[in-house]
């Protein structure tokens, strides 16, 4: 069975879609007929010669071998549906500058975030401050930039949250509270802006992307996922569809990990153990 959505007249807004998971729904959304905004610190990524790219990482958004253009509301023109957006989240008049070019929104997806592996023992107090800043307090400050726009519109709001914040996350404490603490806050803001504006979250667990090499140090996690692989953006992409699609769900958690991560335990068990 396939599922197929129309966002034809849609307008979504997808913040770090310019590589990974936020690319891959930023691109799913732009191929159910959306007009998509994504947004990110940096420029888009070159495509590789000859290497055919979803729009959000297409010849488009910017033109690498060009000096920046100058800060505008939008910095590049719609390709195929997706607009690029140069903004830190974190960064209050870059919000100023992202809103101020919107004059009607559907749908936020609050994709921005993630951490370096970060002991908690001999890194800086602002390398963790800095961490719960752009895992939580900016989809916050997002969310509620969004929420009049939202609210004409009967609009949701998506966060894409981590497993690292319902399981220990040593080595990333920081980023695993502040995901626990996203999590939380949709709940929080599904009840303070219902029935107008609905807010999900989508919990994803290990993910396969262009950085899970190095992250994983390449190995196979896939062998410790229930599913026998990690997740793709296009997995987290289809739930995000169906979840910003208008409908009765909000205050939900949808965890996107393949039936979650097999205990180290399970292989160190023998046989005769039930």
Same mark, same amino acid.
């Given at each position: 069975m396939t599922v197929t959505y129309d966002y034809t007249g849609k307008v979504v807004l997808v913040t770090g879609g310019t590589r990974g998971i936020g690319a891959g729904i930023a691109t799913a959304f732009a191929a159910a007929g959306a007009e998509v905004i994504v947004c990110a610190r940096h420029d888009?990524?070159?495509?590789?010669?000859?290497?055919?790219?979803?729009?959000?990482?297409?010849?488009?958004?910017v033109d690498?071998?060009?000096?920046?253009?100058?800060?505008?509301?939008?910095?590049?023109?719609?390709?195929?549906? =997706?607009?690029? *957006?140069?903004?830190?989240?974190? +960064?209050?008049? %870059?919000?100023?500058?992202l809103f101020? !070019?919107? /004059?009607?929104?559907?749908?936020?997806?609050?994709?921005?975030?993630?951490?370096?592996?970060?002991?908690?023992?001999?890194?800086?107090?602002?390398?963790?401050?800095?961490v719960i800043e752009l895992n939580l307090i900016a989809p916050l400050l997002v969310a509620q930039r969004a929420y009049p726009l939202l609210a004409v519109s009967g609009g949701s709001v998506v966060m894409i949250g981590s497993?690292?914040?319902?399981?220990?996350?040593?080595?990333?404490?920081?980023y695993g509270a502040a995901k626990a603490g996203l999590h939380h806050l949709a709940n929080c803001l599904a009840a303070e802006w219902a029935p107008g504006v609905r =807010?999900?979250? *989508?919990?994803?667990?290990?993910? +396969?992307?262009? %950085?899970?090499?190095?992250?994983?140090? !390449?190995? /196979?996690v896939g062998t410790a996922i229930p599913a026998g692989r990690m997740a793709t953006p296009a997995d987290v992409a289809s739930v995000c569809l169906w979840l910003a699609a208008p409908g009765y769900v909000t205050g939900a958690q949808v965890h996107v990990h393949g039936g979650g991560e097999i205990p180290a335990w399970q292989h160190l068990a023998s046989s005769d153990i039930s």
């Amino acid at each position: 069975m396939t599922v197929t959505y129309d966002y034809t007249g849609k307008v979504v807004l997808v913040t770090g879609g310019t590589r990974g998971i936020g690319a891959g729904i930023a691109t799913a959304f732009a191929a159910a007929g959306a007009e998509v905004i994504v947004c990110a610190r940096h420029d888009p990524p070159p495509a590789p010669v000859g290497t055919p790219l979803p729009p959000s990482l297409g010849p488009s958004a910017v033109d690498a071998s060009s000096p920046p253009p100058p800060p505008s509301a939008v910095d590049a023109a719609p390709v195929e549906g =997706v607009r690029f *957006v140069r903004a830190d989240v974190r +960064a209050a008049d %870059d919000l100023e500058r992202l809103f101020s !070019g919107l /004059d009607r929104l559907d749908v936020v997806v609050n994709n921005a975030g993630g951490s370096p592996y970060a002991p908690l023992e001999g890194t800086s107090p602002r390398l963790h401050a800095r961490v719960i800043e752009l895992n939580l307090i900016a989809p916050l400050l997002v969310a509620q930039r969004a929420y009049p726009l939202l609210a004409v519109s009967g609009g949701s709001v998506v966060m894409i949250g981590s497993s690292s914040g319902v399981r220990p996350s040593p080595g990333t404490s920081a980023y695993g509270a502040a995901k626990a603490g996203l999590h939380h806050l949709a709940n929080c803001l599904a009840a303070e802006w219902a029935p107008g504006v609905r =807010v999900n979250t *989508v919990v994803v667990g290990l993910a +396969a992307t262009e %950085d899970s090499a190095d992250h994983y140090g !390449g190995q /196979d996690v896939g062998t410790a996922i229930p599913a026998g692989r990690m997740a793709t953006p296009a997995d987290v992409a289809s739930v995000c569809l169906w979840l910003a699609a208008p409908g009765y769900v909000t205050g939900a958690q949808v965890h996107v990990h393949g039936g979650g991560e097999i205990p180290a335990w399970q292989h160190l068990a023998s046989s005769d153990i039930s």
